[in-house]
């Protein structure tokens, strides 16, 4: 078990560290991210707060590992079908954010461990980073195959992706089905090239 978050080695970790993490999700879909303490968890757990203090530094971090169990980042595989690839990428997106704990958790650790920059980092690393080149990946080969515009800002799509469920899930309550997946796809394969984006000039007065 590769334990990101934890102060302690990352060959090795706690006897109870999935006893310790099954804890931290239980807790937090019971009580919610503001509410989960350490003491909490280790009460759940069945373990000393101190064992867990050994090995995560903070709730943050703990909960970061917990969340990171469940996070799927897959590479996307060469199907030789840019539509099948792209669907494969944002229905996984979709899964990581149908998973409530995920949806609601997730941005309130980002935003807890702004004030701790290399907590931040490894924050971005696990959930951001090898995902996003994992499906930028599957685009740039849609780019290859003709399939999509040579001037694609991959960036952009996936902002275009997860921001639309993210906020479908947490603030309209619209619904994160096959449909929108279908529709996000060919927003990416329909339309015209999305460029990067450049600031506009400043008019002057």
Known sequence: MALVFSSGSAASGPRSASKILNAARDVLSAQGYPA?????????????????????????????????EIFRADEIPDLGDTHAELRQAVDMTIDNYTNEDMAT???ALAASLL??????????????HRKRENIAAALHRGIQRGDLPDGLDTD????????????????????????????????????????????SPRTSR
């Open 115 to 128: 004030p701790h920059p290399e907590l931040m980092t490894r924050f971005r690393e696990t959930f951001l």
């Open 156 to 199: 952009l799509v996936q902002d275009i992706w997860a921001g639309t469920i993210l906020y479908r899930r947490l603030m309209t309550g619209s619904s994160l089905d096959t449909d929108l997946a279908e529709h996000l796809v060919q927003l990416t394969t329909k339309a015209p090239p999305l460029l990067p984006h450049r600031e």
């Open 36 to 68: 989960l303490t350490i003491e909490g968890v280790a009460a759940a757990a069945g373990v000393g707060k101190t064992t867990i203090y050994r090995w995560w530094p903070s709730k943050e971090a703990l909960v970061a590992d917990a969340l990171a």
């Open 105 to 107: 958790a997730l941005p």
